[in-house]
């Protein structure tokens, strides 16, 4: 008796098999009707998921002494950041949180910590944040309330972040100076009427910052500002209807390289003279390639000659 239903009994196993391979197929949501489109099996789901679950690593930024940077990449839910400490290494993770990782700099004479911003559930109230290297421990540096916080740009002597908050009155985006390592010298710079100022660069001796006033994609003003007290004064025309897409002190602090549409259909380099405020085109520029070339070529002395004054600083 027994071996009669043995048969049977295989028979039955394989016949449920069939029938649960059959059913491994994706079923259409309730609010999907579907006529005439034959079933899509889970295997073909799991097949295209490597494609589909692609995770690029981003350039964030370089150690200032070792051959060393930071990326920006996903191994979970939400991007994060990574360090590589050498060509072709491994990644090391040195944040994990529920939320992505909205930019990270290393602190730009020894690397001793990295400043990086976030926000909680997506509520883009971005704050500012600093990771220190040694112990991984991490200190938040802005107020920490509904305020938006980001724009973050380093000193010369790298001792000073300039950044952009609303924490005010939660519309007007002030600049703020602070020491990252002591968030306690966090400090109001300018007061502001808008939305869409940033400060984008210090002098080489950092008593000024150069900051642009974003009105829209096609008019922005460049302002010079006294670090210490805020007092600003107008590099070019606010009337103006005229774009300005980057800008950088030169080494010897009298101008500001500049790229700008002004008398042009297209962005190009240009040089502004503090003393004249006469704006001097150097070359045409059309794409993002071309101006990044342009900046580098037109101004490698220029930058050569910040990072000396640099390292010599951070002596």
């Known amino acids: 008796m027994c071996h009669r239903l043995l ?5 039955v196993t394989l016949t449920a098999a069939a029938l649960g391979a059959q059913n491994q197929t994706i079923a259409p949501t309730p609010n999907l009707v579907v006529d005439g489109i034959p079933a899509i099996p889970v295997s073909v789901a799991d097949e295209v998921r490597r494609y589909t679950e692609g995770r690029p690593a981003r350039f964030a930024g370089w150690h200032p002494v070792r051959r060393e940077m ?11 950041v990574h360090s590589v400490k050498m060509p072709g290494g491994a990644r090391t993770q040195l944040t994990f949180f529920n939320e992505p990782i909205a930019g990270a700099t290393f ?30 421990r991490i200190t938040l540096l802005t107020d920490g309330g509904r305020s938006q916080n980001g724009g973050a740009v380093w000193s010369t002597r790298g001792d000073r972040l300039a950044y952009g908050s609303t924490r005010r009155n939660g519309a007007d985006r002030d600049v703020y100076v602070m020491n990252p390592a002591d968030p306690k010298t966090d400090k109001l710079v300018m007061q502001v009427t808008g939305g869409g100022w940033q400060a ?8 000024r910052l150069l900051v642009v006033d974003y009105a829209s994609i096609t008019k922005s003003t460049l302002w010079i500002v006294d670090a210490a007290n805020g007092q600003k004064t107008a590099l070019t025309n606010p ?6 897409g980057a800008g950088v002190f030169s080494a010897d602090g009298r101008g500001v390289y500049v790229t700008t549409d002004k008398d042009s259909e297209f962005q190009r380099l240009g040089y502004i003279d503090l003393a004249s405020q006469i704006l001097a085109h150097i070359a045409t520029i059309i794409t993002a ?27």
């Open 107 to 136: 602190e730009p004479v020894q690397g001793r910590y990295v400043v990086f911003g976030k926000d909680v559930g997506g509520n883009e109230f971005a704050q500012l944040y600093r990771y220190d290297v040694a112990d991984g």
């Open 7 to 11: 048969p049977i009994t295989a028979l």
């Open 200 to 207: 984008i660069d210090w002098s080489p001796d950092d008593s």
């Open 70 to 80: 930071l990326i920006s990449t996903r191994f979970g839910n939400t991007a994060q």
């Open 289 to 315: 390639e071309d101006r990044d070339q342009a900046i580098e070529r037109i101004g490698m002395e220029d930058l050569r000659a910040r990072l000396k004054r640099k390292a010599v600083l951070a002596r």
């Open 239 to 244: 009337a103006e209807d005229v774009s300005y």
